[in-house]
């Protein structure tokens, strides 16, 4: 049996060829326990905390596409933490581990009347996210 959603393992070079860039990280929040002391998404699988990474995507072809900015999914305990610029006031290069791909149709493009405008998107998850360097010394 396929199960409903599939996570695809990608290599991080796949998905952001040309690199990425660290833009901010915060828990995603659970709509369903808003108010609650702790509303964070608990992965369903591990039980673990859920952190939304927004980066940018280096590739010039990402802007075509409306997706410079991505957003990348961190199952971890702990909130992940930038590591210093290389640049100072320019944001690190980051890489992720345990990069995984979860195709779906967004269907928000579909109105009540009219051409529904459906395409096939993608969710980014990974079980980290590490300075460059260290996915270049570990290899």
Do not use: H, N
């Amino acid at each position: 049996m396929v199960p409903g959603s599939i996570k695809i393992p990608v290599p991080f070079d796949y998905a952001f060829p040309a690199g990425a860039l660290f833009l901010g990280v915060g828990p995603q929040v659970d709509f369903d326990r808003r108010g609650e002391a702790d509303d964070q998404v608990r992965d369903k699988e591990t039980g673990e905390r859920v952190w939304v990474v927004r980066v940018l995507d280096l590739d010039p072809e990402a802007g075509k596409y409306g997706r410079s900015e991505v957003k990348v999914k961190v199952i971890a305990p702990q909130q992940p933490v930038p590591p210093a610029p290389g640049v100072p006031a320019y944001p690190p290069a980051v890489q992720f581990e345990g990069l995984t791909l979860t195709p779906y149709v967004d269907s928000q493009r579909c109105k009540s009347s009219g051409q529904c405008r459906a395409r096939m998107a993608y969710s980014l998850r990974a079980t980290a996210m590490v300075p460059v360097e260290a996915l270049a010394t570990a290899a």
